[in-house]
């Protein structure tokens, strides 16, 4: 690991209090530069979904948020790293597209596919290096298996409890297999440049990502927020693992982002979407 990579790992760690075994910076004066591979983000549609009473649905106290209906989007993501391309997050199952689907609660919808969007960038399923998964729920998790000859880079026990009927992850089952289970933060291509932030509670390894592209830091949430609302007040959905963890796991993510002066994008928040550019345009 090199000493940027080093550094900017041990800011990670450093500025949430989180020790984490991680051995401290060679010299904490090195400045962050531009790596030397080309870093670009792009958004994806990953879907969207009508909330019928968003209050009774993202909070675990009543009250917090209004009553009624409300939408939010489903995204995904593609990160270009040189030659390496990396997916973050999957959305909802390919199946669905050109259909929307009442589950109760909330209907969720998709018009278009990750290997479809993808295509219009010049790419193939085939042609991606890395899935990374920031949890195991199921507008996360649903085009995952497009990408079996990816390494799938996940949160240990979301890995786990994802096993058995309907687990997304069957591609990576068994003995051989290319999959990074991660208990904490991963600098996923060795140069700083990309981090997997382990920010559990939402569930057990739950993982948000840190892009540093020239034009400055990004942070996708994962679930961490489900919306703009959520970061304000510090709300907690009832479908959560850990209350506490959740709430340690924002402040740890809130004083990263104070730190590096980072660009936060919640990702189901339809808000967020005007934060980079419109697909296929990447923001670099
Ligand atoms: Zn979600």
Same mark, same amino acid.
């Given at each position: 690991?090199g000493?940027?990579?080093?550094? !900017?790992?041990?800011?990670?760690?450093t500025?949430?209090?989180?020790?984490?075994?991680?051995?401290?910076?060679?010299n904490?004066?090195?400045?962050?530069?531009?790596?030397s591979a080309?870093i670009?983000?792009?958004r994806?549609?990953?879907g969207?979904?009508l909330?019928?009473?968003?209050?009774?649905f993202f909070?675990?106290?009543?009250?917090?948020?209004?009553?009624?209906?409300r939408q *939010?989007?489903?995204?995904?993501?593609?990160?270009?790293h040189?030659?390496?391309?990396? *997916?973050?997050?999957?959305? =909802?199952?390919?199946?669905?597209k050109g259909q929307?689907?009442?589950?109760g609660?909330?209907?969720?919808?998709?018009?278009?596919?990750?290997?479809?969007?993808?295509a219009?960038?010049?790419?193939?399923p085939?042609?991606?290096?890395?899935?990374?998964?920031?949890?195991?729920?199921s507008?996360?998790?649903?085009?995952a298996?497009? =990408?079996?000859?990816?390494?799938?880079?996940?949160?240990?026990?979301? =890995?786990?409890?994802?096993?058995?009927?309907?687990?997304?992850f069957?591609?990576?089952r068994?003995?051989?297999?290319?999959?990074?289970?991660?208990t904490?933060?991963?600098?996923v291509?060795?140069?700083g440049?990309?981090v997997?932030?382990? !920010?559990p509670?939402?569930?057990?390894?739950?993982?948000?990502?840190?892009v540093? !592209?020239?034009?400055?830091?990004?942070?996708?949430?994962?679930?961490?927020?489900h919306?703009?609302?959520?970061r304000?007040?510090?709300?907690v959905p009832? =479908?959560?693992?850990s209350?506490?963890?959740? !709430?340690a796991?924002?402040?740890?993510?809130?004083?990263l982002?104070k730190?590096?002066g980072?660009?936060?994008?919640?990702?189901?928040?339809?808000a967020?979407?005007?934060k980079?550019?419109?697909?296929p345009k990447?923001?670099?």
């Amino acid at each position: 690991m090199g000493r940027l990579s080093r550094f !900017l790992l041990a800011v990670a760690f450093t500025v949430a209090g989180g020790c984490k075994a991680l051995e401290a910076p060679e010299n904490s004066a090195t400045p962050v530069t531009a790596q030397s591979a080309t870093i670009t983000l792009t958004r994806l549609d990953c879907g969207s979904a009508l909330i019928k009473d968003f209050d009774a649905f993202f909070s675990d106290r009543p009250g917090l948020y209004p009553k009624g209906p409300r939408q *939010i989007t489903d995204s995904c993501y593609l990160i270009r790293h040189g030659d390496q391309q990396m *997916i973050w997050d999957t959305g =909802f199952a390919a199946g669905l597209k050109g259909q929307s689907k009442d589950l109760g609660p909330l209907v969720i919808h998709l018009d278009t596919t990750l290997a479809e969007q993808l295509a219009q960038v010049g790419l193939k399923p085939a042609d991606i290096d890395i899935v990374g998964i920031s949890h195991m729920h199921s507008d996360h998790t649903g085009q995952a298996a497009e =990408f079996p000859a990816a390494t799938l880079l996940i949160g240990k026990q979301d =890995f786990e409890k994802s096993a058995g009927k309907d687990d997304p992850f069957g591609p990576w089952r068994g003995a051989g297999k290319s999959v990074t289970l991660l208990t904490t933060d991963q600098d996923v291509f060795g140069d700083g440049s990309v981090v997997a932030l382990h !920010l559990p509670g939402h569930t057990p390894d739950h993982l948000a990502l840190l892009v540093n !592209l020239k034009s400055g830091p990004v942070l996708l949430t994962g679930d961490l927020y489900h919306s703009a609302m959520a970061r304000e007040k510090r709300g907690v959905p009832p =479908f959560n693992t850990s209350r506490e963890e959740t !709430l340690a796991s924002m402040d740890r993510f809130e004083a990263l982002a104070k730190k590096i002066g980072a660009k936060v994008i919640i990702q189901h928040e339809p808000a967020d979407i005007a934060k980079l550019p419109a697909f296929p345009k990447a923001a670099k």
